[in-house]
């Protein structure tokens, strides 16, 4: 595998930041917003390889499997990040959305030198979580070539998993293990070799609209509420109860009561007063319904609930 720097897009020296190491503290952000403003455009272009990506996801959801994040460095720590956020926003399973870097839980917070050159590595880290074809594996790289996520990636595609490759250069070794290739090429770095920066941004973006669309998809969200999140603390209670209130517009008392009644899940809530029933009769709409909310208050109309 060719390891060199020299020919990729995000290792090329960004002729609009050149002396930035002269400018005064303003200047030096505003070149390095204009470099940011860059970023939406070019994953918006990549949005049709995206939507590939939560087809998939969403088809892995439904039959069982799980959406394993594999990456070395910044591009690991995002998708633990991404993987971590989706049991309290949407009451997922810990086990359903997972974040694997290379080097383990140490490497999170402390560079793990050259863990990321071990492709062996990337293969076994797959078989330690037994992945199979049920399984959809994202591989996540700028460079598209770090061996470990290649690793990773072509041990998945070997199990029959479907593999998913998110990078910021074009034509990189990533694709020839990838079903999916995502390829957001942002260009140089303000800084060069900093591709936490624009690459790293770029995939946070990706990986944001992976879980969120497909969370949506599955049912976890009604209109543009968060429907399935955890009331872990007191600020998260009031927010559940306020989204209880936005999506049916009850008074606050028949709002507490069905959120107790409710155990403080909020979509059984939200069916129980939309529908007009108990919290019982709510969770079996709700099941039947494979978790909408729409489709367990047409069910209820349907059955002259």
Do not use: W
């Not at 086990?95 to 560079?111: C, D, S, Y």
């Not at 072509?154 to 990838?178: F, W, Y």
């Not at 290739?181 to 800084?191: C, D, F, H, R, S």
Request: include cysteine; hydrophobic fraction near 45%; glycine fraction near 10%.
């Amino acid at each position: 595998m060719d390891l060199s720097l020299q020919g990729l897009t995000s290792e090329q020296r960004n002729e609009r930041t050149r002396h930035i190491d002269q400018k005064s503290a303003v200047d030096i952000l505003k070149l390095i917003n204009q470099e940011d403003r860059e970023v939406p455009g070019v994953v918006e272009a990549c949005i049709p390889h995206i939507a590939e990506a939560v087809e998939a996801i969403v088809a892995a959801f439904k039959t069982g499997g799980r959406l394993l994040y594999y990456g070395a460095g910044t591009s690991g720590r995002l998708g633990i990040l991404d993987a971590s956020e989706c049991p309290p926003t949407y009451g997922t399973d810990p086990g359903l959305v997972v974040g694997i870097i290379a080097g383990g839980p140490e490497a999170i917070q402390n560079a793990v030198e050259g863990i990321e050159d071990d492709a062996v590595l990337g293969a076994a880290d797959v078989d330690k979580l037994q992945v199979t074809a049920r399984d959809v594996v994202v591989g996540i790289a700028a460079s598209g070539r770090t061996p470990y996520v290649i690793g990773a990636m072509t041990r998945a595609q070997e199990l029959g998993a479907t593999v998913v490759g998110i990078s910021n250069n074009r034509n990189s070794a990533m694709g020839k293990c990838a079903s999916i290739m995502i390829e957001a090429v942002v260009g140089p770095e303000a800084v060069l070799g900093s591709t936490r920066m624009k690459a790293g941004t770029a995939q946070k973006l990706i990986l944001n609209m992976l879980t969120t669309a497909s969370m949506i998809m599955t049912g976890k969200v009604y209109d543009n509420l968060m429907v399935e999140m955890q009331s872990t603390n007191q600020k998260l209670v009031h927010r559940a109860k306020r989204l209880i209130d936005m999506a049916t517009g009850a008074d606050a008392a028949s709002i507490e009561k069905a959120y107790e009644e409710a155990g403080g899940h909020v979509k059984t809530a939200i069916v129980m007063l939309l529908v007009g029933t108990g919290a019982a009769e709510a969770i079996q709409l709700l099941q039947e319904a494979n978790g909408f909310v729409r489709e367990a208050i047409k069910l209820a109309s349907s059955n002259g609930v």
